[in-house]
């Protein structure tokens, strides 16, 4: 089993330019969700989803949408990069039993 | 709502020396806990997490940490650091109940360093 797969592992953007993070699962797990982390600040919730079709904003949603059409995918769009979203992302499953799963991250830079 | 504060964002110890990383938290409903570790450019690993039952929970690593409902703490601690345990340690809450459902919400980090 793979876990959480998140693609890709870096990126580059320049501002204004748009691009989307994936995240796939195959825990079939219902909750996913995405954070950033940034030195100082821990990791905070952008985006979150407790099924499919059904999605709700973090701590830190400004700048970011996300969907989420099946069990297994939920991608993190930005729709135009900004330097303040260099960050780390990362994706994460909840599912009982199992607690949290986490990605192996995606380190964007906006330049 | 739930938060969480981690004490000192920088802890350095010498070899062998006891680690000890500070975490409270709040929390409206009874809370889940967790510690997590962060070595450098990799993913976050999970060392220990408290749900219910015995408050002395223990991990990975010869790590453990205490439930102390009275004080909202849940210390980090290991007897005898060792070099590999360098790295950047996350405490987190989750509420068991209420509209927090599945939230993990994380403290700011401690970097741990650990001298020879």
């Known amino acids: 089993n793979a876990g959480v797969t998140q693609t890709p592992k870096f990126q580059v953007l320049k501002t204004g330019q748009s691009m989307t993070l994936q995240c796939a699962q195959d825990?079939?797990?219902?909750?996913m969700s995405w954070y950033r982390q940034d030195p100082g600040m821990g990791l905070r919730l952008i985006h979150y989803s407790v099924g499919a079709g059904i999605t709700d904003q973090g701590e830190v949603p400004n700048g970011y949408n996300v969907s989420r059409s099946t069990t297994e995918d939920f991608p993190l769009r930005l729709l135009s990069a900004a330097p303040s979203q260099t960050s780390v992302y990362f994706c994460?499953?909840?599912?009982?039993?199992?607690?949290?799963?986490f990605g192996s991250g995606t380190r964007l830079t906006v330049v | 709502a739930q938060s969480v504060t981690q004490l000192g964002s920088h802890v350095s110890v010498s070899e062998g020396a006891l680690v000890l990383l500070r975490c409270n938290y709040s929390?409206?409903?009874?809370?889940?806990l967790f510690w997590y570790v962060q070595y450098p450019n990799q993913g976050l690993q999970l060392l220990l997490k408290?749900?219910?039952?015995?408050?002395l929970v223990k991990g990975i690593n010869g790590f453990e940490a205490e439930f102390k409902k009275s004080e909202t703490s849940f210390h980090l601690t290991k007897p005898s650091a060792h070099m590999s345990d360098a790295a950047e340690y996350f405490c987190a809450v989750r509420s068991a109940g209420g509209t927090s459902y599945g939230k993990l919400t994380f403290g700011q980090g401690t970097i741990l360093t650990v001298h020879p």
């Open positions: 994460a499953t909840w599912g009982q039993g199992f607690g949290y799963t």
């Open positions: 408290y749900t219910t039952g015995a408050t």
């Open positions: 929390s409206s409903v009874p809370p889940y």
């Open positions: 825990m079939n797990h219902e909750y």
